[in-house]
C-alpha cells in the first residue's frame, strides 16, 4: 500500500488535513466497489505524538515523528496554519530534526497551504518552485527568497515535491495524485463521490471571478451570476430567468 502521512502541530489548519485524507480514503472506496484492494493508508504523526488540537479545537490522534524513521513512506505532507502556529512549528527542535531525513526518503513530499514554509525554513524548497495560500505568497518570498513562489497556481509539481495554496486546494492536489497513483476516472469518481463542483487543474488562478462578482453584488445579482454560470450551455432566452427572493 501507498502511505500517506500527514505532518500535524498543535493549531494546524483541520481542512488542510482531513479534504486531502477524504480523497485519498475515497479513492480506496472506489477501489472496493470494483473488487480491487485498497491502495492508501492514512496515518497522522506529530512532534509530539498523541493528541493534537487543530486550530478549531477539534483534536486529533497522532504517532510520533520519530515511529516514522525507516519505514516506507509513500506520500509525506506537512499541513499549514496561522502565522503563530506556524512560526513555533518551524522553530520546533524534533520537527527541525525529523523533516529532512524523512522528505528524502519519500517518494513524494511537500505541503498544503502554508506548510510549506515549515519545508522552507529546513532549506528543502530551495531553488524549487511552490504554491501557497495567496495570503501567504509576499511573507513567503520575502523570508525565503531562494524558493519561487508562484502566486497564481493551485498547486506546483517540482519533481518529488508537490505544493498546494489554501485550504481546499489541497483536495484538488490530492485529486492529482490520485490520477497519477491510479487513473483519472477514479479521480473522477472521488470527486463526484465528494459532491466537488469541479477538478480544477494546478495552473488555475487562486481567484474566482465568478466569487469576486458575487461578493459585489447586491443579493439579487448574486443569484443571476450563479445562474447564469449554471447554464452557460443553454440558451438563456429559451430558459426562465431565476427570481429575486422575496
Known amino acids: ?144 527568497p531562494g524558493v519561487n513562489v508562484d502566486p497564481e497556481a493551485l498547486y506546483v509539481t517540482d519533481g518529488r515535491l508537490w505544493t498546494s495554496a489554501g485550504v481546499t486546494t489541497g483536495i484538488d492536489m490530492a485529486l492529482a495524485m490520485v490520477a497519477r497513483d491510479l487513473d483519472a476516472g477514479i479521480a473522477g469518481e472521488v470527486a463526484q463521490r465528494l459532491v466537488l463542483y469541479a477538478r480544477r487543474p494546478g495552473h488555475q488562478s487562486q481567484f474566482s471571478p465568478l466569487l469576486s462578482a458575487q461578493a459585489r453584488g447586491d443579493s439579487p445579482f448574486a443569484a443571476l451570476i450563479g445562474w447564469i454560470q449554471a447554464n452557460l450551455h443553454a440558451p438563456w432566452m429559451s430558459r426562465p430567468w431565476p427570481t429575486a427572493p422575496g
Open 1 to 144: 500500500m501507498h502511505r500517506v502521512v500527514f505532518i500535524l502541530y498543535p493549531g494546524f489548519e483541520l481542512l488542510d488535513m482531513a479534504g486531502p485524507a477524504s480523497v485519498f480514503n475515497g479513492a480506496n472506496r472506489a477501489l472496493g466497489q470494483v473488487g480491487k484492494a485498497p491502495f492508501y493508508q492514512i496515518s497522522l504523526a506529530s512532534p509530539g505524538g498523541g493528541e493534537v488540537a487543530s486550530s478549531t479545537g477539534i483534536s486529533v490522534q497522532t504517532a510520533r515523528l520519530d515511529e516514522l524513521r525507516g519505514q516506507r513512506l509513500g506520500t509525506l505532507l506537512i499541513v499549514g496554519a496561522e502565522s503563530g502556529p506556524l512560526q513555533a512549528a518551524i522553530a520546533d527542535p524534533e520537527l527541525r530534526a525529523a523533516l529532512p531525513g524523512l522528505t528524502s526518503e519519500a517518494e513524494r513530499f511537500g505541503s498544503v497551504c502554508s506548510g510549506g514554509m515549515v519545508l522552507a525554513g529546513l532549506g528543502l524548497l530551495d531553488g524549487r518552485r511552490v504554491a501557497t495560500h495567496w495570503d501567504a505568497c509576499a511573507p513567503f518570498q520575502a523570508h525565503f
